[in-house]
C-alpha cells in the first residue's frame, strides 16, 4: 500500500477539487448580490494545500536512488528543477491572483459576479498548473509512476 499512497493521496486531492469546484458552481448559478458563498473549512483547506503536499510526498516517497540519479542527465534534472519552479510560482501568481478577484467582488463594484467567475476561473487554473507542471517536472527528475516492485520503498 506505501507504493500507492502518493497515488491515492492525489486521487483524493483531485476528487476535493472537484466537489470545491462543483459547489462553488452551484452558488454562482444562484448568486444574488446579498449571499455568501459557505463551504466546509477543512475541504477548502485540503483542496487548497493537498496538491502541493501530494507532489512533495510524491518526491519523497518515489524519488530516484543514487543509482538512477546518475543515470538522468544533468540537464533533464535542471529541466525538472526549472519546470517545477515555474509551475510553483504560477500556482501561487494564479491563487493570490483569484484571492484578489474575489476581494474585488467584495467591493462596490458594476458586476460582482463577473469577478466571483473569474476568481473561480484563475483558482482552476493555478490548481491545474500545479498538477500538469508538477508531474511533469517530477517525471523529469526521475520518478517512476508506478515505481516497480523494490523501488520507491525507501
Known amino acids: 500500500m506505501k507504493r500507492w499512497f502518493p497515488i491515492v493521496f492525489l486521487g483524493l486531492s483531485l476528487l ?10 452551484r452558488f454562482l448559478e444562484t448568486w444574488t448580490p446579498v449571499s455568501d458563498y459557505s463551504s466546509p473549512q ?24 543514487k543509482e538512477r540519479h546518475a543515470e538522468i542527465g544533468h540537464a ?8 517545477l519552479i515555474v509551475s510553483s ?6 491563487r493570490v491572483d483569484s484571492i484578489v478577484c474575489a476581494w474585488v467582488a467584495a467591493t462596490p463594484t458594476p ?3 463577473n469577478w466571483l467567475r473569474i476568481s473561480s476561473q484563475k483558482s482552476n487554473i493555478s ?5 500538469i507542471g508538477g508531474l511533469l517536472a517530477l517525471w ?3 520518478i517512476r509512476l508506478p515505481p516497480r516492485k523494490g523501488e520507491g520503498t525507501k
Do not use: E, M, Q
Open 127 to 131: 490548481t491545474l498548473s500545479l498538477v
Open 16 to 25: 476535493a477539487n472537484i466537489i470545491v469546484h462543483i459547489r462553488y458552481t
Open 42 to 65: 477543512p475541504l477548502g483547506l485540503f483542496a487548497l494545500f493537498s496538491v502541493p503536499f501530494g507532489l512533495a510526498y510524491l518526491w519523497r516517497i518515489w524519488g530516484p536512488d
Open 89 to 94: 510560482i504560477l500556482w501561487l501568481y494564479y
Open 140 to 142: 523529469l527528475k526521475g
Open 111 to 113: 458586476d460582482p459576479l
Open 76 to 83: 533533464r534534472r535542471h529541466c525538472g528543477n526549472v519546470l
